[in-house]
């Protein structure tokens, strides 16, 4: 079995170890707040015996532990979202340290599915000047990012796609709801909607175990994308 860190220990974390048996991993390292300030705790004697790392934390504390577990070799994967502003130095870290990295707002397969879905409505819509275009999601009262990165990501690609008008975004926290985001595309004909809802957290926990198993050996820094679709590195 491949040895496994667990860098944050919130309710993801905890849903990763419980599932972590399945795809063939042993959770030898747990770093939570407490034990981890400012990334100490990851270092390259205290990782010597581990094989990967699924990294999920805080806005604030994860570019330092990311940075810190490529200068310690450990091929990674990352679930926080909140900091990809920072995404060029840690990048850089990444590829210097000669290991991988795999990080996305959402490890959902429906999501990533729904994110291509997305652009190739963009793409179709692209010179039909009448539809215009929006993007929601609802999540938990306790999220901290509001759009979410994977609404922000869903966007990215419709723009990437080619949709030059206005998207309207909006974003709701409220409850414990564990995910929906929507997109659509209105004119005075008719209105297009695409909903993705996510029942629990499951699927990303699995998405992203399933990732850890793969960037194992690899070296560079990909997204999910690449896990599932085989697409370029980021």
């Known amino acids: 079995m491949h040895r496994l ?22 959770v030898a390292v747990r770093l939570t707040a407490e034990n981890n300030a400012g990334g100490a705790a990851i270092t390259r004697e205290a990782f010597s015996t581990i094989d990967v790392a699924i990294e999920f934390s805080t806005p604030a504390s994860v570019v330092m532990n990311l940075k810190r577990l490529a200068a310690a070799h450990i091929p990674t994967v990352t679930g ?19 290991t991988g990295l795999v990080w996305s707002p959402n490890f959902s397969v429906g999501i990533a599915v ?3 879905l997305a652009g190739l409505a963009a793409e179709l819509f692209r010179d039909e000047d009448e539809y215009g275009a929006w993007a929601w999601e609802i999540h938990h009262d306790a999220k901290k990012d509001a ?5 922000q990501h869903i966007i990215e690609m419709m723009r990437k796609r080619g949709y030059p008008r206005k998207i309207d975004v909006a974003a709701n926290r409220a409850g414990k709801h564990p995910g929906t985001h929507e997109i659509g595309f209105d004119s005075a004909a008719d209105t297009i909607t695409l909903r993705h809802a996510a029942r629990n957290r499951e699927g990303f926990a699995r998405g992203a175990l399933k990732s850890a198993g793969w960037v194992v050996g690899r070296k560079g820094v990909y997204t999910f994308d690449d896990v599932l679709f085989g697409t370029a590195r980021a």
Do not use: C, I
């Not at 860190?5 to 042993?26: C, D, I, S, T």
């Open 114 to 116: 729904f994110r291509k």
């Open 147 to 151: 759009p979410s990165g994977t609404l």
């Open 80 to 98: 926080t979202t909140g900091w990809n502003d920072h995404l060029p130095e840690v990048r850089e870290a990444f590829l210097q340290a000669g």
């Open 5 to 26: 860190a667990l860098v944050g220990r919130g309710k993801m974390g905890r849903l990763v170890e419980q599932l972590a048996p399945e795809y063939g991993f042993h």
